[in-house]
Nanobody, 125 residues
Framework: QVQLVESGGGLVQPGGSLRLSCTAS????????MGWFRQAPGKERDFVAT????????SSADSVKGRFTISRDNAKNTVSLQMNSLKLEDTAVYYC??????????????????WGQGTQVTVSS
């Protein structure tokens, strides 16, 4: 089992930047592929970005390509999401998630076994 805690959310103006972090505890962090998802009010929880256990493979949703970057530090048990050029439509609760190494689908939330509590990101002028 692994516990996930997100941090770094907040209020930012359009065009601004935020960096989200997720710290894991429990089982070996490098046993897991990691992902970020987001959920806006009244909408489903959508895939944002994912990174393999080693950090060698990353993937992101078309809506954030070129603006968001996922990274991880296995020595520090953290995964981060650097968000640049934020738009109003990026407003959501952002969740960190973990799935077994190589298991399931990268972008399918059903593949992820463990979730953080979420952190609110609000983009507003």
């Amino acid at each position: 089992q692994v516990q996930l805690v997100e941090s770094g959310g907040g209020l930012v103006q359009p065009g601004g930047s935020l960096r989200l972090s997720c710290t894991a505890s429990g089982r070996t962090f490098s046993s897991y592929d990691m992902g970020w998802f987001r959920q806006a009010p009244g909408k489903e929880r959508d895939f944002v970005a994912t990174i393999s256990w080693s950090g060698s493979i990353t993937s992101s949703a078309d809506s954030v390509k070129g603006r968001f970057t996922i990274s991880r530090d296995n020595a520090k048990n953290t995964v981060s999401l650097q968000m640049n050029s934020l738009k109003l439509e990026d407003t959501a609760v952002y969740y960190c998630a973990a799935k077994g190494r190589g298991s399931g689908s990268w972008s399918n939330r059903a593949s992820y076994d463990y979730w953080g509590q979420g952190t609110q990101v609000t983009v507003s002028s």
